[in-house]
């Protein structure tokens, strides 16, 4: 989430940006960092003795540091209509990234921006969360004047599964745009992102690569918690410049030394395609749901799985579990391994919709909502039923 700034810390930030720009073309560490001085005594004169945070200055200045230390010449991208900011429209001050691609489809090329799903409000209360038409925000090179697009989300994938989401624009806004084409790790160990953060544009030339699966790519992440606020929805590139990922979080998690290690995550830029699908085809688009290496289910992109269960060839239940968020992959694994008498596997999903008045994407009531139940051979590798299944607890 990106929080406004103050017309006092806009200034700094550009300043910060030119230094970043001016490193880039620098042969040596000793013109960055007198750049950075220079930069440093101009963000203290301009600071206003009331309203400065010592707190987010040194933040301010340990970023320039880092990124001007890991600038590689001609590396640093610029702001430009690749990336985008997402406003919300009730309080624009509660902004969002975006990226935009370009995608082939029936053979012609169109153009479309995603943004990290949870982006978006689920509650049509709640004032700090994008709705299903918003504004998008772009800059472009050399015209300090924003273009403000008119945005739509046009197809999501749940929060709960990979958490991205399709917005189209208005014909003339996308003139603007400068889209991503899409592209493959391939042999890369390092990527980069690009976005915006709370501090504004943001480029991260070092991301090193630390699992991929099926659906998501994981890499380290530098910056802290205050410094990648705002982050997600961001483009993850490989090093031909090309789309290959959306950031769409950072965790800490315990590393194999036993200390917490900054863990970020991307959806895979490969999923964008059933995004583009669906939106032709009136949300019906289906994809693969892997639940284990191997092991798919074949869901609409807008459902998520809420319950499963595992059978054996009698079908006697040996374990059920209720999915309070993602569906825990490596649980799943273990559990495999538990039960080896396990043939069936039992999945129950719901799907998420848009009220309305199309102002909060809504996950399904697990009680008042009807919901969908697939029986998966284990063995054999493919889903044998599927059941729709009325609400739990019905209106009489």
């Given at each position: 989430m990106l929080l406004a700034l103050t017309a006092q810390a806009n200034s700094p930030v550009k300043l910060g940006k030119a230094?970043?720009?001016?490193?880039?073309?620098?042969?040596?560490?000793?013109?960055?960092?007198?750049?950075?001085?220079?930069?440093?005594?101009q963000i203290s004169a301009q600071a206003n003795p009331v309203q400065k945070n010592e707190g987010a200055q040194t933040a301010l200045n340990n970023a320039l540091n880092r990124r001007i230390q890991q600038a590689q010449p001609r590396s640093v991208p610029q702001k430009d209509g690749h990336i985008f900011i997402a406003s919300a429209d009730i309080d624009p001050d509660f902004r969002f990234s975006g990226t935009v691609f370009q995608i082939a489809y029936n053979g012609k090329k169109e153009v479309y921006g995603v943004i990290a799903t949870h982006a978006i409000t689920s509650d049509p209360n709640d004032p700090f969360g994008l709705m299903r038409r918003f504004?998008?925000?772009?800059?472009?090179?050399?015209?300090?004047?924003?273009?403000?697009?008119?945005?739509?989300?046009?197809?999501?994938?749940?929060?709960r599964t990979l958490d991205i989401s399709l917005v189209k624009f208005n014909a003339e806004g996308e003139k603007l745009l400068t889209p991503y084409r899409l592209g493959h790790i391939g042999k890369d160990k390092v990527l980069q992102s690009v976005g915006y953060?709370?501090?504004?544009?943001?480029?991260?030339?070092?991301?090193?690569?630390?699992?991929?699966?099926?659906?998501?790519?994981?890499?380290?992440?530098?910056?802290?918690?205050?410094?990648r606020a705002g982050m997600c929805g961001s483009a993850l590139l490989n090093s031909k410049a090309q789309l290959v990922g959306i950031h769409t979080g950072t965790t800490e998690t315990p590393s194999i030394t036993r200390t917490k290690q900054t863990v970020s995550f991307a959806a895979s830029a490969a999923y964008l395609k059933?995004?583009?699908?669906?939106?032709?085809?009136?949300?019906?688009?289906?994809?693969?749901?892997?639940?284990?290496?191997?092991?798919?289910?074949t869901l609409n992109i807008n459902e998520y799985p809420t319950f499963f269960r595992l059978l054996d060839g009698n079908g006697k239940v040996l374990k059920g579990e209720?999915?309070?968020?993602?569906?825990?992959?490596?649980h799943f694994k273990t559990l495999l391994k538990q039960y080896p008498q396990a043939k069936f596997l039992q999945l129950n999903t719901q799907q998420i919709h848009w009220n309305e008045t199309g102002t909060a994407l809504e996950p399904a009531d697990p009680f008042q909502d009807e919901y969908t139940t697939y029986l998966y051979d284990l063995e054999h590798r493919q889903v044998v039923s599927t059941t729709r299944n009325p609400p739990v607890f019905?209106?009489?």
């Amino acid at each position: 989430m990106l929080l406004a700034l103050t017309a006092q810390a806009n200034s700094p930030v550009k300043l910060g940006k030119a230094v970043i720009k001016a490193a880039s073309k620098s042969s040596g560490s000793r013109e960055a960092s007198a750049l950075l001085s220079q930069i440093q005594k101009q963000i203290s004169a301009q600071a206003n003795p009331v309203q400065k945070n010592e707190g987010a200055q040194t933040a301010l200045n340990n970023a320039l540091n880092r990124r001007i230390q890991q600038a590689q010449p001609r590396s640093v991208p610029q702001k430009d209509g690749h990336i985008f900011i997402a406003s919300a429209d009730i309080d624009p001050d509660f902004r969002f990234s975006g990226t935009v691609f370009q995608i082939a489809y029936n053979g012609k090329k169109e153009v479309y921006g995603v943004i990290a799903t949870h982006a978006i409000t689920s509650d049509p209360n709640d004032p700090f969360g994008l709705m299903r038409r918003f504004k998008a925000t772009v800059y472009l090179p050399g015209d300090q004047t924003p273009h403000v697009l008119t945005a739509e989300v046009v197809a999501s994938f749940p929060v709960r599964t990979l958490d991205i989401s399709l917005v189209k624009f208005n014909a003339e806004g996308e003139k603007l745009l400068t889209p991503y084409r899409l592209g493959h790790i391939g042999k890369d160990k390092v990527l980069q992102s690009v976005g915006y953060t709370h501090w504004g544009f943001s480029f991260i030339p070092q991301r090193r690569i630390i699992k991929r699966t099926p659906y998501t790519i994981y890499t380290s992440m530098p910056l802290s918690h205050t410094e990648r606020a705002g982050m997600c929805g961001s483009a993850l590139l490989n090093s031909k410049a090309q789309l290959v990922g959306i950031h769409t979080g950072t965790t800490e998690t315990p590393s194999i030394t036993r200390t917490k290690q900054t863990v970020s995550f991307a959806a895979s830029a490969a999923y964008l395609k059933y995004l583009v699908a669906a939106y032709h085809q009136g949300g019906n688009m289906q994809f693969p749901f892997y639940v284990a290496p191997h092991h798919f289910i074949t869901l609409n992109i807008n459902e998520y799985p809420t319950f499963f269960r595992l059978l054996d060839g009698n079908g006697k239940v040996l374990k059920g579990e209720a999915v309070s968020f993602h569906f825990p992959h490596k649980h799943f694994k273990t559990l495999l391994k538990q039960y080896p008498q396990a043939k069936f596997l039992q999945l129950n999903t719901q799907q998420i919709h848009w009220n309305e008045t199309g102002t909060a994407l809504e996950p399904a009531d697990p009680f008042q909502d009807e919901y969908t139940t697939y029986l998966y051979d284990l063995e054999h590798r493919q889903v044998v039923s599927t059941t729709r299944n009325p609400p739990v607890f019905q209106d009489k």
